[in-house]
């Protein structure tokens, strides 16, 4: 019985890393992001200096994030902190500024599902 148990998790654990990498498979062959993800992590940082901008760059990424929750078959934000979120996505844009928000969403995405697949 444990050992069937085993084997379902890790199941699961695969479906989530397959759903979530599969963007990125998309992405590297010529998938479009669209909206507030197709801007460059350097906009993100600089979104505070307009509330609307703000706004809709947050908005995206967490949309982003739920919506990729939403297609797993695990919970994979982990309550839906929001501020961890945007904070992760504020580190993550400092150190690689050029890259895009939609792409820096997708590798909070990884490792929220890594962290899941622990939990």
Do not use: H, Y
């Not at 992001?33 to 760059?57: E, H, Y």
């Not at 967490?62 to 839906?80: D, T, Y």
């Not at 844009?93 to 697949?117: F, H, K, N, W, Y």
């Amino acid at each position: 019985m444990a050992v069937f148990r085993f084997e379902v998790k890790m199941e699961r654990a695969l479906a989530i890393v397959v759903i979530l990498l599969l963007p990125i498979t998309c992405l590297n062959a010529g998938s479009t992001i669209v909206g507030a993800g197709s801007q460059s992590c350097t906009s993100w940082l600089n979104r505070k200096k307009n509330p609307v901008v703000k706004a809709a760059f947050e908005s995206w990424v967490v949309g982003f994030v739920s919506g990729l929750n939403v297609s797993a078959e695990r919970e994979i934000v982990g309550g839906g902190d929001f501020t961890a979120i945007v904070a992760w996505m504020d580190r993550r844009c400092v150190s690689r500024p050029t890259d895009q928000i939609g792409i820096a969403t997708l590798d909070l995405a990884m490792e929220l599902a890594g962290q899941a697949a622990n939990r």
